[in-house]
């Protein structure tokens, strides 16, 4: 059994491998011999580091999701205070401008509607968004309660998701800007 530190190493390797192969030729057309391939290790190495296929889109959907917490966590500490419409622009310029995630995320949809683990897994990416949007609403005092900072949240979050789909299919706004205004439109004013 490898040292715990060249496993990890091992393993983020064959999960980058997995997550460009997704994106570049989709998660049906994803198998471990591309994935080999792709990391430039054995398909046994591939299965004895992220298992079967579906410990793999466990894994991949678990990296994103990591990923999306890191860039909350570094958003954060990078200010000394915080407001929804900040979340807006992190939402929309980082969180769901990676264009490798969005085509993976898109796929996972689709699975999602034959798979409930991973639609369960979907929504849970989606509602931590929600929840930290709605946390920061309550924290700046902002909206009548609990169900309308919900309910602007997901519009905006559903205004920002549209918005990466749309450009992952070449459609970009002519001013991203003014989108970014208009999700921000979308929240409540203080309560």
Known sequence: MPRPRI???????????????A???GLANTT?????????????LVRYFLGNRGDMVASLIENILK????????????RSSIASGDLIDLLMDEILANAISNKIIVQLWDLASRDDEVKARVASLYGRVQNELVSQLADEGIGDGKSEREDAAYAAMSLAIGSSVLKSL??????PARIRNYARSLLPSRG
């Open 67 to 78: 990923r999306g917490e890191a860039q909350f966590d570094a958003f954060r500490s990078a």
């Open 23 to 25: 994106a570049r030729h």
């Open 7 to 21: 496993r990890e190493q091992r393993r983020a390797e064959i999960l980058a491998a997995f997550e460009s192969c």
């Open 32 to 44: 471990l011999v591309r994935v080999a391939e792709e990391s430039g290790h054995p398909r046994s």
């Open 170 to 175: 070449g459609l970009a706004p002519r001013d």
